[in-house]
């Protein structure tokens, strides 16, 4: 499995991105997809998962009501819709998939390569 992260940038506080993750290869046996974050000088943590066939999703306390993890297979696609972002979501995010599930631990079978998100004061 392949994957692919875009969307990152540079936004102001109170502003919005959203992340995409397009997959390729074996997805189908993908079951879970999720984002994880890193900050400069921090360990790479967990952020949302959602399951690749169902409806379930589930997110760390820090961005539950402001972020919204999707997907549309169709396009084997996995979406992040970051809202009110703050300073503190500064971080490089790194698309998951994984054929267990999401979170265990920051271990996930398959990475994306990251991409920047700056968000200033």
């Known amino acids: 499995v392949q994957l692919q992260a875009s969307g990152g940038g540079l936004v102001q506080a109170g502003g919005s991105l959203r992340l995409s993750c397009v997959a390729s290869g074996r997805t189908f046996s993908i079951n879970t997809m999720g984002w994880f974050r890193q900050a400069p000088g921090k360990e790479r943590e967990f952020v949302a998962r959602i399951s690749w066939s169902g409806t379930g999703t589930y997110y760390v306390d820090s961005v539950k009501g402001r972020f919204t993890i999707s997907r549309d297979n169709a396009k084997n696609t996995v979406y992040l819709q970051m809202n009110s972002l703050k300073p503190a979501d500064t971080a490089i995010y790194y698309c998951?998939?994984?054929?267990?599930?999401?979170?265990?631990?920051?271990?996930?079978?398959?990475w994306g390569q990251g991409t920047q998100v700056t968000v200033s004061s």
């Open positions: 998951a998939a994984d054929t267990t599930y999401l979170p265990r631990g920051n271990v996930a079978d398959y």
